[in-house]
């Protein structure tokens, strides 16, 4: 979770540094990153939590 922190901090210390902000297909990524950090997160469920095997494939 703590890498996730480093993408405001960025724009932060560039805002600070350079004067810039960040453009518009960079708000999206950066939007789009934490989106789906945050379904992962939310959903929080594993296999182990509903019960199936660990892996399911059969090796020969």
Request: net charge negative; aromatic share 6%; no cysteine.
């Amino acid at each position: 979770m703590l890498e996730y922190a480093i993408l405001p901090v960025t724009v932060g210390w560039t805002w600070l540094l350079f004067g810039e902000l960040p453009d518009m297909p960079t708000v999206a990524g950066i939007v789009l990153i934490i989106a789906a950090g945050l379904m992962i997160v939310l959903r929080g469920s594993t296999a182990e939590d509903r019960g199936a095997p660990e892996s399911e494939t059969v090796l020969p």
